[in-house]
């Protein structure tokens, strides 16, 4: 089993991102799973894979050619898949992975994680999906999911989707057991 990680090629503030993507990386290792990720060097993503092959584990990168001199490909990995584009990277990340987690990060990091999250709900994959909440990065985004689930624009079933939550190991052990529901996207005129 492989699960992507979702990350960023900045650090973000202070050191707390950092160090949760290096513990991030490590158990996923330790419990026997590979890492997939965005194959920069730099940022929390460069820690996600630092943290796999520091006990040994299988950190997998994926970057695109324009890519490759910016974010400074990672020079110690598994394996590193060079690509032609953004779509493709995003494209063999979901074929390698079983599972996603999404770190804090910036905009590329929502844009690959509502993607898959979108072809979970129309049932493209079964692939699960958690949100890593690093002190407190996503709650604001959790209350806007709920108020997406209030306004009738998404299920609820679908909202519970998107796991949640602080404690790396329990997020990776949620992920490996959960199951994603199989239900219709659209929302009949009575349930909205």
Not at 32 to 52: H, K
Request: charged share 20%.
């Amino acid at each position: 089993m492989r699960i992507c990680v979702f990350c960023g090629s900045n650090t973000g503030r202070g050191d707390v991102y950092m160090e949760a993507a290096y513990d991030l990386g490590a158990i996923i290792a330790n419990k026997g799973y590979g890492v997939v990720y965005g194959g920069a060097r730099d940022g929390t993503m460069g820690a996600v894979a630092n943290g796999a092959l520091s006990v040994d584990g299988e950190a997998i990168g994926v970057l695109p050619r324009q890519l490759f001199e910016l974010e400074q490909a990672h020079e110690g990995l598994t394996k590193l898949h060079i690509v032609n584009s953004m779509h493709e990277r995003k494209q063999i990340m979901h074929d390698l992975s079983d599972a996603f987690i999404c770190m804090p990060g910036g905009i590329g990091t929502m844009e690959e994680t509502f993607e898959v999250w979108t072809w979970t709900q129309l049932g493209v994959h079964r692939k699960p999906l958690a949100f890593y909440n690093v002190n407190g990065f996503y709650n604001a985004l959790e209350r806007f999911f709920d108020v997406m689930v209030e306004e009738g624009f998404v299920r609820s079933v679908h909202r519970q989707m998107a796991l949640t939550g602080d404690d790396p190991a329990s997020l990776v052990d949620k992920l490996v057991t959960y199951e994603p529901p199989q239900v219709k996207k659209w929302l009949k005129p009575e349930e909205r």
